[in-house]
């Protein structure tokens, strides 16, 4: 990219990042191939919608909208302290969670230290560390799972580990041993940030909750969004849960109203609304089990899951993507995680999956 007429100005660390690329739209495809019915299984979102005490604060919100939202999060950290049982010090709210996660970038990568992350793994992990300057180490997965033992021998001098429980593209988790040894090996000069984005959808019952593990004294951040199990994915909210010490940094470099008021207010009713969650959880694990049937018939590879969504080794990652697209049903192609014989497919609701196996039963 280097023929842009204003890349002299530019900091060199940003000069070769690439742009996170986000699931197809589905009114692109629908524009770009005029076909009515389009099936969107790319990006981890919530087939059933938002919360509908969610939608209801929305527009409660929207006449508000001509004064600045609450820059501090008063009520949203209100209903965060009584769900997590924890002071609403320990809360600093983001534009999404992806937010978060560059803040806490900002806050403790100096520009050519050290950050390690598992490989896959969320790419909006390796553009804020580099857009940081500061310099990726990346281990390997373990038959798709993060191997934390392999992560700790590696955070030597690093000033961040960044890891997602479930990982994404995987939907891998670690279990509660694994992650107290790990807590108990990574040197005290290093971060963690724990991406929770999945937890809502981890039913294994050895899944550690990072809140569990927060101290005022460790640099661990918990991070969650309202973008999956809550449905929330287009307004925007995430949040993290720190010591108190880390959070009083963290909202020094915070943008004033980075997190905006329907935003909030949005959250804070969805964050009440248990049924609404149930169900998307339920539809969730009913999915996965649906495609694992259909995989298993097809003698496809896949790697159990406990997210919302499954990779399955189809051969060709980047041909399955395109051929399916032609057929209205738009999934990921995993090459950019590095693993180019995968797809990535987001758990859908019964009728979505039943286009993406008729097309499937087409393709194979
Ligand atoms: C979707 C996702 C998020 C959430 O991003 P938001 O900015 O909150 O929408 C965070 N981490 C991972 C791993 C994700 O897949």
Redesign the pocket.
Known sequence: MSESPFSGLVSPQVLDLEPYVPGKPIDELRRERGLERVVKLAS?ENPLGPSPAGVAALEAAAAGVHRYPDGYGFALKSALAAFWDLPPDHFVLGN????V?EMVVRLLVRPGRSVVLASP??S?YEIAVRAQGGRVVKVPLRDHAVDLDAVADAAAGAALVIL?NPN?PTGTIFRRPEWERFLSRVPAGTAVLL?E??AEFAVDPGFPQGRDHLADDRPLVV?R????AYGL?GV?I?YGIAPPGLVDYLNRLRLPFNANGPAQAAAAAALGDRAHLGRSVAVARAGLKRLYRLFDAAGLGYVPSQANFVVVRVGDGDWMYRALLERGVIVRSARSFGMPDWIRVSVGLPEELDRFEAALDELL
């Open positions: 981890n999404g969670s992806s937010e996660i793994s969320f909006i997602g994404n991406d984005a999945y991070v969004t309202f973008s999956k994915a925007r995430g």
